[in-house]
C-alpha cells in the first residue's frame, strides 16, 4: 500500500482544547470542526472533544447533519447560516443553531413555521465586511428576533479580520464597534477565534470559537510549545540515487546539483494537498532528522535530500507534524497553515 498516513493523534487535540479552554478564561468554547475538521475528520474530532466541548461550529448544514448523523448531541453552529429556506426544516429537524448573516436569512427564518423555538447566532459585520449586519443595522436585526416566539435564544456573533496581528489596531477597533452596539441587548456574546484567545483576554467573555490552535497550530505563524499538532502527515523514501554535479532533478529541470548528491523519492506530491510551490529548501524530516525538498513537487511524488552517507530507503519522512511545523511548509509555500491542512487528501487516515 502507498505508504503515505496522516496520523491524527486525538490525545493532543483534547489537551489543545483544554490549554486554549484555559486561555479563554474557562468561558464556554465551540470546537470548530468545519471543513472536515480542518482535514482532519469531523467526526473522529467531534467524538473525541464530545465530553469536554461545550458545542461544535461547522460551515453548513450538510456538516452539522454528519455529525448529528454520527451521534453528536451537543449544540452545533453554522457558521455561514443557511443557502436555501428549505434548511431551516433540517435545522428544526437535527436542532441546530443557525447564524443569521443577512437580511434574507433573517426574514426566511422568521418566516419559517417552526416546530420548536430556535437558537439563533446573530452576526454583526464589526469591519470585516464579509458577512454580518452594520451596526447600525443590528439592534433591529437583534428585536426582530427576540420578539419572535420562534426564537429561543440570540446569541451575538463577530469575527475578527487580523487577530493574528496584535500589532494591528483593527481587532480593538472592531471589539469597540461591537460593544457599543451590544451594550443595550441581553444575551449571551461569542468573539473569539483562536487568535483572539491567545492575543486579546478582553474576549474571554461568553463563547470562543477554537479552530487552528485546536489542531495545535497557532495562527501566529511558527511553533508555540502550548499547543501539539494533532495531524502528522508521513511518507516514505521508495527510491534512492545518487546523483553527480550538474544533473537536474524532476520537471523543469529546475534544480540542478552543485555537488554529488543522494537523493530520496518520497510518496506525496500535490495530489495529496502537498503544495507544489513549495520549492528547493522546504523542510522534511527524514527519520526524525531535518532535511529538505530538491526541485519542483510532482503530483505524486517529490524529491528530497538524503544524507550523502547513509542508505534510506524505506525511511519515513515527515512532511509536516512533530519535527516539521506546517507553519513552516505554509510559509515556504506562500500559503497559510490552514489550507495545507484542509487540503490534505489520498492519505490513509490513522487514528491514534
Ligand atoms: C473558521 C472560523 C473560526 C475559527 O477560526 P480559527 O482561526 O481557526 O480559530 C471562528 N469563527 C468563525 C466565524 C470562523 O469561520
Known amino acids: 500500500m502507498r505508504p503515505l498516513v ?10 489543545n482544547f483544554l490549554a486554549l479552554k484555559q486561555m479563554h478564561g474557562g ?15 469531523a467526526v473522529r474530532c467531534a467524538q ?14 450538510s456538516e452539522a447533519v454528519q455529525l448529528r448523523e454520527a451521534g453528536i448531541q451537543l449544540p452545533i453552529v453554522m457558521l455561514e447560516g443557511v443557502f436555501a429556506a428549505e434548511e431551516y426544516a433540517l435545522a428544526d429537524r437535527y436542532q441546530l443553531w443557525p447564524v443569521v448573516g443577512n437580511l434574507w436569512q433573517l426574514e426566511t427564518l422568521l418566516a ?18 464579509r458577512t454580518g449586519f452594520f451596526p447600525h443595522d443590528y439592534a433591529p436585526a437583534y428585536q426582530a428576533l427576540a420578539q419572535s416566539d420562534k426564537v429561543a435564544d440570540v446569541v451575538k456573533i463577530t469575527h475578527f479580520a487580523c487577530a493574528d496581528e496584535p500589532m494591528k489596531t ?36 461568553g463563547w470562543g470559537r477554537a479552530g487552528l490552535a485546536l489542531y495545535g497550530i497557532s495562527p501566529m505563524g511558527g511553533t508555540d510549545s502550548r499547543f501539539k499538532p494533532v495531524m502528522r502527515l508521513v511518507s516514505k523514501v521508495f527510491g534512492e540515487r545518487v546523483l553527480q554535479m550538474g544533473e537536474p532533478i524532476g520537471y523543469g529541470a529546475s534544480f540542478v546539483t552543485n555537488r554529488s548528491t543522494r537523493v530520496g523519492l518520497v510518496a506525496c506530491g500535490y495530489a495529496d494537498g502537498y503544495p507544489r510551490r513549495a520549492a528547493t529548501g522546504t523542510p522534511v524530516a527524514i527519520n526524525g532528522v531535518r532535511s529538505n525538498v530538491l526541485g519542483r513537487v510532482s503530483m505524486d511524488m517529490m524529491t528530497v535530500q538524503l544524507d550523502d552517507h547513509r542508505q534510506l530507503l524505506g525511511s519515513e519522512v515527515e512532511l509536516w507534524g512533530d519535527v516539521v511545523n506546517v507553519n513552516e511548509v505554509a510559509a515556504a509555500a506562500g500559503t497559510i497553515a490552514y489550507e495545507l491542512l484542509c ?7 490513522v487514528y491514534e
Open 112 to 129: 419559517h413555521d417552526w416546530q420548536k423555538p430556535v437558537t439563533v447566532w446573530l452576526k454583526m459585520d464589526s469591519g470585516m465586511h
Open 170 to 205: 483593527m481587532t480593538a477597533e472592531q471589539i469597540h464597534a461591537f460593544e457599543m452596539v451590544c451594550a443595550n441587548l441581553p444575551g449571551e456574546v461569542s468573539l473569539a477565534n483562536s487568535a483572539a484567545m491567545m492575543a486579546y483576554p478582553q474576549t474571554q467573555c
Open 6 to 15: 496522516a496520523h491524527i493523534r486525538l490525545n493532543h487535540l483534547r489537551d
Open 343 to 349: 487540503n490534505v487528501k489520498r492519505a490513509e487516515m
Open 27 to 41: 468561558g464556554k468554547m465551540l470546537a470548530v470542526v468545519k471543513a472536515n475538521a480542518y482535514g482532519h475528520g
Open 48 to 61: 473525541a472533544l464530545a465530553d469536554m466541548a461545550d458545542g461544535f461550529a461547522v460551515a453548513c448544514i
